[in-house]
């Protein structure tokens, strides 16, 4: 009896608080986990982290690519990060005769490395809590939009003042729902340029196949260089510039991590959903996720059926299936683990605790019920939306058809003819492959369109069975000037006038109308609008509630593209009963895999000589294995990708790149005994750069120690 009792008081408070291992932190409040970091394992301090006054390991990390996280390892602007990270830098760099992506990239001197226009590397300089600054003058008892307007005026001021007389860029970001905010001053570099790349049977062995999943065998980093002026400050890309010396860099260690070892993962954590309620779980898991699905498959069946056809099909549609597949698989995992762990029902028990709880909290009361209405309203609008994005938006046709659509909309003659001319400029592409491309396109445009009106979300198309609806749909695309480049552009390329007129009577801008007014009218456009603002208002008051219910827990604020901390340690893990997954894979692993007959698997043969030679240099471990990857507990999510994976004494021991797929609920919950990170072992990655690639001048500029 009393034991049980213990236990319901457990898992109370484990339900709110972060669990074992949960938590991706702020740096500069990381001295509140730095005992626990300690306990955990971790020889450093918070401060050699995150250091108010002095170049800290924060200095070495950035925001790459505005999605990603990169990471300094020389002092002349050595930057690491993960291959599919950098992939369409690569891919826009490669052309079938210089494929670099298929067959890896190094530049052996300077002079050959590749700028990268549009690449942009981000440093923050600091980061502040101007909670009291942002909220100044607001109160409780006015409107949100009196709220927001006051917001946006001291955001502005804060974030000026901040600029002032540098050439920093300040930006501010609220926390927990807007209880708190922060400021974030930053220092962008856009003269950045690709140093190396391994093959893509390397750098993305097992391909789609193997992501998201364990046991992983992918080689998943790219090198790029940082350029500076001759002061070192950003400057646009110049042949004068210089690599740029960075305030700190990682020091790399050979020791690798053994089962149990602490690690830290620090970086640019993208979105999480840590507090929401069980009204947006359902959501996600058991609406949204399954319909995303099967859009997808459809797509990914034609696209990846054409890229078996050739290598200019394959580079045409790589990076774009990297992306569909990506959420697709992911979003498969996250509804499974959702099921698994009851996340539904564990989430309704945890508000009704709150309920509970805000009977003598009258503030609170409420509160959760109005949510609950709040999300009826949004489900209606957010369906169709989903249909919207991933069924009409899914072929080239649609999209283009869109640019058509908003064409027929700009009154003013001459920026109509404007936006023609681009119009016709950029559909040069479009058109370029246009026999084998529509074969594809056309296809994805019929079946996503005929699934969402199968499932009841395109009543406009009046024909009442499936085939009727095909032929109708084959007809619009037939009919439609974007069929015809010459018919095409020889309309844009008219007068205002007979633009309008031909748009209003071509089928497929009719039909994209019907469609797009159908789900965005001004009634439930405003529906939606209001509906997420009042959310949000909502959140901000429950996510306070609890933390005044669990006053003694750390909560830590959903991610939000700001730099971040998490910890763990290094951790199988059993996805499935019977099976143990142990910590770290090996070389031996992709010789398992290998399979000429399947893209995903096929190894590079210079690697397999590597192998059989067992040319491992200083990169084996102690049992002269060739360690691949581990995993660990550290909490991460999209964006994370690319960070440091650091041991207990701060020095780079991987490369995070991925979640196991038994885990990737954890944006919205996390399980510790299901979610784990995968990171690439460095030791992989000096090796293919030293041995395979033969780069030993970059290995040289390297700090690589033994411990
Ligand atoms: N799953 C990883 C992440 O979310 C890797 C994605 C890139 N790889 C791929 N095969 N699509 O970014
Ligand atoms: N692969 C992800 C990324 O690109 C990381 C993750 O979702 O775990 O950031």
Not at 335 to 359: N, T
Request: with cysteine; charged share 25%; aromatic share 12%.
């Amino acid at each position: 009896m009393k034991k049980t009792f213990l236990l319901a008081i457990a898992a109370v408070v484990m339900s709110m608080s972060a669990r074992a291992d949960e938590g991706m932190w702020i740096p500069t409040l990381l001295g509140r986990n730095q005992a626990a970091m300690q306990a955990a394992g971790m020889r450093i301090t918070a401060q050699d982290i995150y250091d108010v006054n002095h170049a800290s390991l924060k200095d070495a990390v950035v925001l790459f690519a505005g999605g990603c996280t990169g990471e300094y390892v020389s002092d002349e602007g050595l930057l690491l990060t993960n291959h599919h990270c950098g992939y369409s830098y690569i891919v826009r760099n490669s052309t079938v005769a210089h494929d670099y992506l298929t067959k890896g990239f190094w530049a052996m001197t300077r002079d050959e490395e590749i700028p990268c226009p549009g690449l942009k590397v981000v440093r923050l300089v600091r980061m502040d809590d101007v909670t009291a600054q942002v909220l100044e003058g607001v109160n409780d008892n006015m409107s949100e939009a009196e709220r927001d307007r006051i917001i946006a005026t001291n955001h502005e001021k804060v974030c000026r003042k901040a600029e002032q007389g540098t050439h920093y860029k300040a930006m501010i970001k609220p926390l927990f729902y807007g209880n708190q905010y922060f400021l974030y001053v930053n220092e962008e570099f856009t003269d950045v340029r690709m140093v190396g790349a391994p093959p893509s049977n390397i750098g993305k062995f097992g391909g789609d196949t193997d992501n998201w999943m364990w046991p992983r065998h992918t080689g998943d980093f790219s090198m790029f260089r940082v350029y500076a002026d001759a002061d070192n400050r950003p400057a646009p890309y110049s042949k004068d510039n210089k690599p740029y010396r960075p305030l700190k860099y990682l020091e790399i260690s050979l020791a690798g991590v053994e089962e149990g070892d602490f690690t830290f993962v620090f970086g640019y954590p993208g979105t999480t959903r840590r507090y929401v309620t069980h009204d947006a779980v359902d959501l996600a898991a058991n609406v949204e996720n399954p319909i995303r699905i099967a859009l997808r498959d459809i797509r990914l069946g034609h696209y990846n059926a054409a890229m078996r056809q050739s290598a200019a099909q394959r580079l045409k549609y790589a990076s774009r299936v990297a992306g569909i597949a990506n959420g697709w698989k992911k979003w498969q995992g996250e509804s499974l683990g959702i099921e698994r762990l009851r996340g539904v029902q564990q989430k309704m028990e945890q508000e009704e605790r709150f309920e509970k709880w805000a009977q003598t909290h009258h503030e609170y009361k409420g509160v959760l019920a109005e949510l609950g209405k709040q999300y009826d309203v949004l489900r209606r609008t957010e369906v169709e939306r989903v249909y919207f994005t991933e069924a009409m938006m899914a072929s080239d046709f649609m999209n283009r058809t869109f640019a058509l659509w908003r064409l027929d909309t700009i009154t003013d003659d001459e920026r109509l003819l404007q936006e023609a001319g681009r119009l016709r400029t950029a559909a040069e592409t479009y058109f370029a492959d246009f026999e084998q491309h529509s074969e594809v396109d056309s296809r994805i445009f019929v079946e996503t369109f005929l699934y969402m009106w199968e499932h009841g979300y395109a009543p406009f198309m009046t024909q009442s069975d499936a085939s009727d609806v095909t032929s109708a749909l084959v007809g619009i695309y037939d009919k439609s000037v974007l069929n015809n480049e010459k018919k095409f552009n020889k309309l844009m390329s008219s007068n205002a006038k007979k633009i309008r007129a031909a748009l209003k009577k071509d089928p497929a801008v009719q039909l994209f109308d019907n469609a797009y007014r159908r789900v965005y009218t001004r009634e439930k456009n405003d529906m939606y609008r209001q509906a997420n603002a009042e959310i949000q208002r909502l959140m901000r008051k429950y996510v306070k509630g609890m933390m005044e219910q669990y006053p003694d827990s750390n909560f830590f604020p959903d991610a939000n593209l700001t730099l971040r901390v998490a910890y763990g340690h290094v951790k199988g893990f059993r996805p499935k009963d019977a099976i143990y997954y142990t910590p770290y894979s090996t070389i031996e692993g992709i010789m398992e895999k290998e399979n000429p007959y399947v893209y995903d698997y096929r190894v590079e043969p210079h690697l397999k000589h590597l192998y059989e030679v067992k040319n491992y240099g200083q990169y084996a471990n102690a049992k002269g294995e060739m360690p691949v990857a581990f995993i660990a507990t550290n909490h991460t999510t999209g964006g994370n990708s690319g960070s440091p994976v650091l041991n207990a004494d701060g020095r780079l021991v991987g490369i995070n790149f991925d979640r196991c797929w038994e885990g990737t609920m954890s944006d919205l919950l996390f399980d510790p005994n299901y979610c784990r990170n995968i990171s690439l072992d460095i030791r992989y990655c000096l090796f293919i750069i030293d041995k395979f690639a033969e780069a030993r001048h970059l290995i040289d500029e390297m700090t690589i120690v033994e411990k």
